[in-house]
């Protein structure tokens, strides 16, 4: 799980223009995030993380791209400060490393909670709002622009792992705060997102 709270949303994850209301939030913490967000089978940007340990007084930090095919997963780029690859499926998590290595770090079939998560993850990333309900009490928060809402975990399983999950963006998610069980805090910012080009051959192949 520690794989799964961590680089995973070290991802998450980045998929979901214009001002929120806060009574239309109170009515429907959704609304609002359901008519800007995009749902795109494609998008590709730049990601920073900052990971705030507990009891450790420096973050880490690292920076990459990702790639996000929504029938296929999330191709996660580490470029500093060391290179890597994280391969999201939602099955399994599947690292590379700089010599071409790779390792199966988690597989869906022997963990069939990495299911629900990768689920959730594909929703949030897809902009599938609806299917998030299942999983997550939804706080809608007000908002200058964009949209901004925090995610509580239903389930004792996900409670375990994280406590709440906060998004906040406008035709995209712009940036994830995950708040870990065990005092963990993981900042994510996503920036050059495109829903273009294509799939290329060689990173539908990163899936395989």
Do not use: C, H
């Not at 406590?163 to 920036?191: I, K, M, P």
């Amino acid at each position: 799980m520690k794989m799964i709270r961590g680089r995973v949303f070290a991802f998450v994850l980045a998929v979901v223009a214009g001002g929120v209301m806060a009574p239309a939030i109170a009515a429907d913490p959704l609304v609002q995030v359901r008519e800007q967000v995009a749902q795109v089978p494609l998008l590709r940007g730049d990601f920073t993380q900052e990971k705030q340990v507990a009891g450790f007084k420096n973050p880490l930090r690292s920076n990459g791209r990702f790639v996000l095919a929504r029938d296929k997963g999330v191709v996660w780029t580490t470029t500093a400060p060391f290179p890597s690859e994280l391969v999201i499926t939602r099955d399994r998590i599947l690292s590379r490393q700089r010599d071409g290595s790779r390792r199966v770090e988690v597989d869906g079939k022997q963990q069939p909670g990495l299911r629900s998560v990768n689920a959730m993850m594909f929703a949030l990333m897809s902009g599938d709002m609806k299917a998030l309900t299942s999983t997550f009490e939804v706080k809608g928060e007000p908002a200058a622009t964009g949209w901004a809402m925090t995610l509580v975990p239903r389930s004792r399983q996900l409670a375990q792992a994280f406590t709440s999950v906060r998004l906040s963006g406008d035709r995209y998610v712009r940036q994830v705060e995950l708040r870990e069980a065990n005092g963990d805090l993981t900042r994510l910012r996503f920036s050059g997102m495109s829903e273009t080009p294509a799939l290329s051959r060689d990173e539908a192949a990163r899936f395989e």
